[in-house]
């Protein structure tokens, strides 16, 4: 079996069931910009990665980047948190199980 950590049940979610509002408060949720957050909440993932010794991680491109007033800066977002994905891969020899498109969670 290939273990892995999921992006979004540990980084994303806010805690949240049908019995009350979400509990969970992040410090990457703090940042000043969306981009600015995203990259700490990368730093914290592969921080969290590298001490449970998990070989592996997986998300949805909306786990990793920041959502956008337009398709086009939505994917400079994910370019650009692809590449600090990559690096923080090469620096701490996590891998990639895999990573997928969010296509049903988005309102529109």
């Given at each position: 079996l290939r273990f892995?950590?999921?992006?979004?049940?540990s980084f994303c979610g806010n805690g949240a069931d049908p019995f009350g509002p979400g509990t969970r408060a992040y410090?990457?949720?703090?940042?000043?910009?969306?981009l600015g957050r995203a990259e700490a909440k990368a730093d914290a993932a592969f921080e969290f990665f590298t001490k449970?010794?998990?070989?592996y991680y997986c998300?949805?491109?909306v786990d990793l980047a920041?959502?956008?007033?337009?398709?086009g800066e939505y994917e400079?977002?994910?370019k650009?948190?692809?590449g600090i994905a990559k690096q923080?891969?090469?620096?701490?020899g996590i891998k990639l199980l895999w990573g997928t498109a969010n296509l049903f969670s988005h309102p529109r």
């Open positions: 892995a950590v999921a992006y979004w049940h410090p990457w949720d703090a940042g000043n910009t969306a449970l010794g998990v070989p998300f949805h491109d920041p959502d956008a007033d337009d398709i400079n977002n994910l650009h948190m692809v923080r891969q090469a620096d701490t």
